[in-house]
């Protein structure tokens, strides 16, 4: 666990503003190691993607390989960070291990997390 970074703030900001035009109300915002930004809308339905691996998927397919954080915000009013559900853990564990998430810790604040302390004992 580690704190914010300014940067960071711009990655919640992207995925606030991601959130605000995807249907299901779920942004993600993911910074590579190029310095670009990737963002995702989750998509609703029965089989329906989550933003953050919509955001993986379009980095990899523009063809980065170093992935360093990721944001999520969706609820009532697309401002909660959010945490990536246990699919999106285990997908971002293989594809991107390095990659720290962002998430709010009630009474600290938002953090950074590696993936190995979101599952942990994880190969």
Do not use: W
Request: charged residues 20%.
């Amino acid at each position: 666990m580690s704190e914010l970074e300014r940067q960071d703030f711009v990655l919640i900001e992207l995925a606030k503003k991601a959130a605000k035009v995807g249907a299901a109300g779920t942004g993600a915002a993911l910074r590579c190691g190029s310095g670009k930004i990737y963002t995702g809308v989750a998509i609703a339905g029965m089989y329906g993607a989550c933003a953050e691996i919509i955001a993986l998927g379009t980095a990899k397919a523009s063809g980065e390989t170093d992935f360093e954080c990721m944001a999520a915000v969706g609820g009532e009013q697309t401002e909660q960070i959010r945490p990536p559900c246990g699919n999106c853990r285990q997908l971002l564990l293989a594809h991107a291990p390095r990659l720290e998430v962002i998430l709010h810790i009630a009474g600290s604040g938002a953090k950074r997390f590696g993936l190995r302390e979101l599952l942990p004992h994880s190969s």
